[in-house]
C-alpha cells in the first residue's frame, strides 16, 4: 500500500512564502511524475505544477515565475516553493504522484493540505 503524505500548510501574509512536502511510502518500485494541484473553495481542481522523474517541469501560467517544484528521489518526496503569495493561492493544495508497485502502476494523491493567504 502506498501513501502520500503532504506537510507545510498554513496562513501567511501576502507577499510571504511557504514550502510544501510530500512524501511517498510504500511498496514503492519507482515513481514517474510527481506534482500538486490546488482546489479553492467552490472551485475545480487545478493544476499547480508538475516535475518528471529527470526534474523537467511544468507550472499553470498563473504560478509561474513564484512557484518551484522541486524532488528528492532518494527520499520519494516533492516539494513546493510558494513566493510572492496572494490572496488569490488560498486553497488545498494537493500532492499527486504516478507510481509503480510491486503489483500496478496507478495515480496517488495525498489528504490535502490548506494554505490560507490572508493579512
Known amino acids: 500500500q502506498v501513501q502520500l503524505v503532504e506537510s507545510g500548510g498554513g496562513l501567511v501574509q501576502p507577499g510571504g512564502s511557504l514550502r510544501l512536502s510530500c512524501a511517498a511510502s510504500?511498496?514503492?518500485?519507482?515513481?514517474?511524475?510527481m506534482g500538486w494541484y490546488r482546489q479553492a473553495r467552490g472551485k475545480q481542481r487545478e493544476l499547480v505544477g508538475i516535475?518528471?522523474?529527470?526534474?523537467?517541469?511544468n507550472y499553470a501560467d498563473s504560478v509561474k515565475g513564484r512557484f518551484t517544484i522541486s524532488r528528492d528521489n532518494a527520499k520519494n518526496t516533492v516539494y513546493l516553493q510558494m513566493n510572492s503569495l496572494k490572496p488569490e493561492d488560498t486553497a488545498v493544495y494537493l500532492c499527486?504522484?504516478?507510481?509503480?508497485?510491486?503489483?500496478?502502476?496507478?495515480?496517488?494523491w495525498g489528504q490535502g493540505t490548506q494554505v490560507t493567504v490572508s493579512s
Open positions: 499527486y504522484a504516478s507510481i509503480h508497485t510491486t503489483a500496478s502502476i496507478s495515480d496517488y
Open positions: 516535475i518528471t522523474q529527470d526534474g523537467d517541469t
Open positions: 510504500g511498496s514503492i518500485r519507482s515513481i514517474y511524475p
